[in-house]
């Protein structure tokens, strides 16, 4: 067990005996306890995690895959390899090993390496590859910043050239170069992997704020609250082009995609009206989904809508429950929801995530279970409960889970600082 552990464990227990002097409601303390023994188990398994892959050899990333690759594509440009760049990133969970990804992943002059392994390339007219990158802009320090520039402005360009949809907001097309796409060209997933980018984009490397741009991104945000909410105040998955003809169900990791998306936008929003609608759009969202999370464990079922535990294999889901987590905590944190109720929930769906999914075997080992693996926008909701699709230690699941972690403790302080 690494030294960073050890700190980390002896700093909660410092938080937990500040707590109990502090805090007024004793009967509260078991959700301190619960918590921060939550996110050391998530420490422990993030530490495994990166120590396991880096002696696995990835120096050579044409033949060895990511154990958290469901579809073993070997160290390859994917949207959940980016993820977890960035969960590791924004935890402090080893930057080298970070920047060695993209090293790795980034020739000289800036294109996706596809030398060593001729399937490892950007593909154009997918927004899914648009997303590792976004995790290059908070590498500025690193000594391969200026391949890392080079790349983003690639991926900027290729952004730049994605249809969109006129009738579905202007939003992009999610993928001209899959016919499995065809029908709904527009998904939520789509939302978390472009439209942060070209914000980040021009606050990071054009250094520069465009009002016309910042109109864009919210003009096709609050489409999305607008025409794609249920009765319920939930979002449906995608819509066909006319704009009008939604796929009809709610799929919990597309409305988590929503919800990240959201929330980074949101952060990278000047204050004004734009900015306030925004909030009000995600804290309705918000409201929606607290009325599903299940009250015993905390979590979200995969196909969200009542009465929905009767269908085959619609089991409560880590990846959606995660993403939630971090959401719900996140906009605690910066006060974009002020009411303490929506911090609990996201204290819980994490609790509920760890104590049900997150399952230990051995000494100090754990893996993650039931993250649905892949799902296009469709229109029967056993397309979205297939057995088969439940897997184990996937990165869409982990790297949420990792990212909610780290907002555990600043959570609780801010809790037990405004009377918890």
């Known amino acids: 067990m690494s030294k960073k552990i050890v700190f980390k464990t002896f700093v909660t227990l410092i938080i937990i005996i500040f707590t109990v002097f502090l805090c007024k409601n004793f009967h509260k303390l078991s959700l301190v306890i619960t918590s921060l023994t939550n996110v050391f188990k998530v420490s422990v398994y993030t530490e495994d995690l990166v120590v396991h892959n880096t002696h696995r050899g990835n ?89 890392y520039k080079l790349n983003l402005q690639y991926v900027y360009y290729n952004l730049t050239q994605q249809p969109t949809l006129t009738n579905v907001g202007n939003n992009y097309i999610h993928k001209t170069n899959n016919n499995s796409w065809s029908k709904y060209p527009f998904g939520l997933d789509g939302l978390y992997m472009a439209l942060p980018f070209t914000l980040e984009y021009e606050k990071y490397i054009l250094k520069e704020s465009n009002q016309e741009t910042f109109d864009e991104v919210f003009r096709r945000m609050h489409w999305v609250a607008q025409n794609l909410r249920n009765p319920d105040g939930l979002y449906y998955h995608g819509v066909e082009k006319d704009g009008k003809t939604k796929n009809g169900y709610v799929w919990l990791r597309a409305v988590g995609w929503y919800a990240m998306a959201q929330i980074d936008i949101i952060n990278l929003f000047p204050d004004g009206e734009q900015k306030d609608t925004l909030i009000a759009d995600l804290t309705s969202f918000f409201d929606a989904m607290l009325k599903y999370q299940d009250p015993e464990n905390g979590m979200w079922r995969n196909v969200v809508y009542e009465n929905s535990e009767n269908l085959k294999c619609n089991y409560f889901e880590s990846s959606g429950s995660a993403m939630m987590a971090y959401t719900l905590m996140y906009a605690y944190l910066k006060e974009y929801v002020k009411d303490k109720k929506y911090a609990y929930a996201g204290l819980k769906a994490f609790n509920g995530v760890v104590n049900k999914n997150l399952v230990r075997y051995g000494i100090d080992h754990y893996k993650l279970t039931y993250t649905y693996k892949s799902a296009i926008v469709n229109d029967s909701p056993e397309r979205y409960c297939i057995c088969a699709n439940y897997v184990e230690d996937e990165a869409k699941g982990v790297a949420p889970l990792i990212m909610a972690s780290g907002l555990v403790r600043k959570t609780l302080f801010k809790l037990l600082f405004n009377n918890y």
């Open 59 to 147: 120096a050579t990333y044409d033949t060895v895959s990511y154990t958290w690759d469901s579809e073993r594509q070997k160290h390859s440009w994917k949207y959940y390899n980016g993820l977890m760049m960035k969960a590791f990133l924004l935890n402090d969970s080893n930057k080298s090993y970070v920047d060695k990804f993209y090293d790795d992943n980034i020739t000289e002059e800036g294109f996706v390496n596809s030398r060593r392994n001729r399937n490892n390339y950007y593909r154009e007219g997918t927004l899914d590859d648009v997303a590792p990158a976004r995790t290059l802009f908070y590498l500025s320090d690193s000594p391969n910043a200026e391949k």
